[in-house]
T-cell receptor
């Protein structure tokens, strides 16, 4: 079966750095997405990786290793507004998105 | 504003009723989706339409019927509502179906069946 694993919850301190991991086992691979979802709101697109390596976008970076079935989202200079759930999703060989359950990130002052 | 908009935002109804949720996108996207997010926060694809044609129809009870009058609209009608239908339903759109096309989500409809 197809599976996406991410930690259920993480806690970090304002101003610090946090890394949210995602491992996947899917039928084929056509890219990996990270989304942010604040409580009671819609998911919003953060990043897309299809080739191995690091993609940097401001305070957020996303890394992919296809051989290891692994990605992480790195958030730097954490702000209180970064408190949210972070969803990892992989596009399989049929171009269907397989979603993880999300990682709830709690930022403390 | 360019966006995906869905109505209503909240829907409280009794078991056995029939209800509809409307969705419209003005992003010019070709593909639209309905997702269900349950209490455990898993996003599950229900339907996907590309240019008004159904392309994904996951294992969803046939009480759920999507309708796409044009590529900018994808409505969801639910018959004979059950307690287990309580969830947040998200409409989304994307430019294509292939790699690299991120989803743009509506704000969700929180359905509560009593």
């Amino acid at each position: 079966g197809q599976n996406i694993d991410q930690p259920t919850e993480m806690t970090a301190t304002e101003g610090a750095i946090v890394q949210i991991n995602c491992t996947y086992q899917t039928s084929g691979f056509n890219g990996l997405f990270w989304y942010q979802q604040h409580a009671g709101e819609a998911p919003t697109f953060l990043s897309y990786n299809v080739l191995d390596g690091l993609e940097e976008k401001g305070r957020f970076s996303s890394f992919l290793s296809r051989s290891k079935g692994y990605s992480y989202l790195l958030l730097k200079e954490l702000q209180m507004k970064d408190s949210a759930s972070y969803l990892c999703a992989v596009m399989d060989s049929n171009y269907q998105l397989i979603w993880g359950a999300g990682t709830k990130l709690i930022i403390k002052p | 504003d360019t966006a995906v908009s869905q109505t209503p935002k909240y829907l409280v109804t009794q078991m056995g009723n029939d209800k509809s949720i409307k969705c419209e996108q003005n992003l010019g996207h070709d593909t639209m989706y309905w997702y269900k997010q349950d209490s455990k926060k898993f996003l599950k694809i229900m339907f996907s339409y590309n240019n008004k044609e159904l392309i994904i129809n996951e294992t969803v009870p046939n009480r759920f019927s999507p309708k796409s009058p044009d590529k900018a609209h994808l409505n969801l009608h639910i018959n004979s509502l059950e307690l287990g239908d309580s969830a947040v339903y998200f409409c989304a759109s994307s430019q294509g179906q292939g790699e690299g096309s991120p989803l743009h989500f509506g704000n969700g409809t929180r359905l509560t069946v009593t």
